[in-house]
């Protein structure tokens, strides 16, 4: 269903597939219908406020009778129209929303005129600042409403204001006092409002779009881990077929039996952590953004702003875990190309150490990089080689306490480069030191410490074995654990 006249700002968000864009205006009209249900009768409210509460107003309204139930009648059959809005489909919306756009403009425009016609016979008194008022934020909440109807907008303002401008350039032509002072304090409101409103409406549609960008995401992990799961259960099928072989192989099967029920463990509670981690996020995403969709319009910007704020900071975290699973499963299936280049080291470590500086920085660890010479000069693919360095600097950093040190250590041994990563942490016990590298698992030691997936060490051994090197870990000289990689000088893709 492509509904139109809508205009989407992607200005801050990556590209959007074609179905994406379509989910977007879908869900972008909805709301639209859902917000403008009952906004209409805010000018039947504030009449009816001003005659009961005013007198002076009481009379205008009595003299005006015929543009004021004229109002009333174009409001509540905009807001009829509304109600269909929100459940319409692609043929009887495009209907409806010519309508409302129509009952829309001469609403504006009678409210326009009833204003002028006020503020004329009220000569700058009172209720004239207090029309002035009203129509200032009347006119922000149809902005922040109609801002994805750019057309709608411009004719919406000029239609309200036009008759308001003329009686203050008459008043002030009379010699009424201030009217020339109040027609440039309304147009800098008017411009300040539109341009506020404007903003709000362009973050609502960010966060929308980087909502279906990431239910996408979302859906893709959800795919692979019914893949995962299909696996397991032919695996265990398989197994149940070999029942006839147990007895010849009753060793070498048990081995096996207890790396898998390791690895279902670990994969446990690897879908247990994720689905947490997932979950959080996304609940925090949909909780923030049905606030800011309710309270558009009737809180200030400082706390939309706010909700927004804490919009991108889950989608980010949920991002950085689903590229952390995207990330892996290109390494294995081997559908990510590398380009070898000759590169330096040394400097590629420096460099991941000032970018990561932020996370040692807030517990006090010093870093240190430590090498014989500085030309070491080694034929690799630089971004996942400083992926490598990133991850056991980020690893070592989140497992070593306050105030201890990281020691890197590059030399050049031969056709060899060595670097040593040192930490001071809790180190990996003997009988973990080679699992620590398979997908989802993690130290005993650090299981419940500092948290984590058990997938960044994984990661690390996959870009090892594309430039034929190793990777291992040992106990450290005092305490922690000493990461090691050996890394051919001319390295080749496996």
Known sequence: MHLSPFHIDTSQVERLTSGQMETVRQRVAQNFGARAEYSPLVYVMLLCTLYIGLPEARVYIQNYWVLVSALFLVSFVRVSLARKLSTANEQSYKIYLQSYYLLTLSSSLLWGVITAQMIWMDKMEGLSYLLLVISTATTAGAQATLASYYKVVVQFIALKWLPIFIVFIALGLADVQYAFLFLAMALFLLVFVVFQSRRISVDFQTSVIQQ?????????????????????????????????????????????????????????????????????????????????????????????????????????????????????????????????????????????????????????????VISA?????????????????????????????????????????????????????????????????????????????????????????????????KIWVEDGPQQGAEFKVLLPVKASTV
């Not at 881990?225 to 147990?246: A, F, G, N, S, Y």
């Open 373 to 469: 010479q500085e030309e070491l000069d080694i034929f690799c693919d630089n971004t996942k080689i400083m992926q490598l360095v990133r991850n056991l600097l980020s690893n070592a950093i989140k497992f070593s306490p306050q105030g201890s040190e990281i020691t890197i250590i590059c030399e050049k041994n031969g056709e060899w480069i060595r670097m040593i990563m040192q930490d001071q942490g809790p180190g990996v016990p003997d009988e973990e030191k080679e699992l620590i590298f398979d997908k989802f698992n993690q130290s005993s030691r650090t299981r419940t410490g500092a948290g984590g997936t058990g997938l960044g060490l994984a990661i690390c051994s996959q870009i090892i074995q594309l430039h034929n090197g």
């Open 212 to 368: 279906v960008q990431l239910e996408g995401r979302t859906n893709e992990l959800y795919q692979a881990l019914q893949t995962i799961e299909q696996q397991q259960k032919e695996v265990r099928q398989h197994r149940d077929h070999l029942q006839d072989l147990v007895d010849e192989k009753t060793a070498d099967l048990n081995k096996a039996r207890i790396r898998a029920e390791e690895a279902d463990t670990a994969k446990s509670e690897f879908l247990a952590n994720m689905s947490h981690e997932l979950r959080t996020p996304l609940h925090s995403i949909l909780s923030f953004s049905q606030f800011g969709m309710e309270r558009l319009g009737k809180v200030d910007n400082g706390k939309i702003r706010g909700y927004l704020e804490k919009i991108h900071y889950s989608g980010e975290i949920q991002l950085s875990l689903v590229n952390d699973l995207l990330d892996l499963a290109r390494l294995e299936s081997s559908t990510e190309m590398l380009v070898f280049k000759g590169y330096n080291l040394y400097q590629l470590i420096k460099n991941v150490v000032a970018e990561v500086s932020s996370l040692y920085e807030d517990k006090n660890i010093r870093v240190s």
